[in-house]
């Protein structure tokens, strides 16, 4: 099994321009994770996705961040336009369901880091 | 915001001896998790423990939980180098279908050879 994939390991990219985080799930896992990693704010989760369907984007910090899962084995994080505070570690993780209905632990990819200059 | 606040933020200890991690919580959970980070890398599961348990082992881990206290303890039992990394307590509520794994601040942990 390869774990969860990201991609890019490494983003750099100018202030304005849209930037796309690309994440391929273990396959059978039903959920979908992405969080952001920084110094300041720690790991946060902004949006997490059950069987394809995002379930709760609260976390997503504005309207310039969108997510998409259009199949069980992809996931995208976009950002339009990036700015310099987007600067951070994006993290995706998938988990499966235990059979009372609590999730297994969560298995991370190894992250995005982006650096919007 | 970060649910979990982690105690100490730092640790540093010869191989060979115990560490031990705290970590308290401030609202009710499913269960608490603990993973590790290397650095520059994502976070492995560790171990997770449910609100009815008092105490799990596995291996070098012994984690405790009280839920009175909205508290955790990880202990990590004759340290090795290779256990060096941050680690982080994560407590998930489920809440009428919706969930939230909310991490802590994490320990950073350095284990000296």
């Known amino acids: 099994d390869a774990g969860v994939i990201q991609s890019p390991r490494h983003e750099v990219t100018e202030m304005g321009q849209e930037v796309t985080l690309r994440c391929k799930p273990i396959?059978?896992?039903?959920?979908l994770f992405w969080y952001r990693q920084t110094m300041m704010r720690g790991l946060e989760l902004l949006i997490y996705?059950?069987?394809?369907?995002?379930?709760?984007d609260s976390g997503m910090p504005e309207d310039r961040f969108s997510a998409k899962m259009p199949n069980a084995s992809f996931s995208t994080l976009k950002i339009q336009p990036s700015e310099p505070r987007d600067s951070a570690v994006y993290f995706c993780?998938?988990?499966?369901?235990?059979?009372?209905?609590?999730?297994?632990?969560?298995?991370f990819g190894s992250g995005t880091r982006l650096t919007v200059v | 915001s970060q649910q979990g606040e982690e105690d100490p933020q730092a640790l540093s200890i010869q191989e060979g001896e115990n560490a031990t991690m705290n970590c308290s919580y401030k609202?009710?959970?499913?269960?608490l998790q603990w993973y590790r980070q290397n650095s520059g890398r994502g976070l492995v599961h560790l171990i997770l423990?449910?609100?009815?348990?008092r105490e799990k082992h596995s291996g070098r881990l012994r984690v405790t939980l009280d839920t009175s206290k909205k508290s955790s303890s990880l202990l990590i039992t004759a340290s090795r180098a290779a256990d060096t990394a941050s680690y982080f307590c994560?407590?998930?509520?489920?809440?009428?279908?919706?969930?939230?794994?909310?991490f802590g601040t994490g320990t950073r942990l350095t284990i000296i050879p």
């Open positions: 993780a998938s988990s499966l369901q235990s059979g009372i209905g609590e999730r297994w632990g969560y298995t």
């Open positions: 396959s059978g896992h039903d959920y």
């Open positions: 996705f059950n069987n394809n369907v995002p379930i709760d």
């Open positions: 609202t009710s959970i499913n269960n």
């Open positions: 423990i449910r609100s009815n348990e």
């Open positions: 994560a407590t998930l509520l489920l809440n009428f279908g919706n969930e939230k794994l909310t």
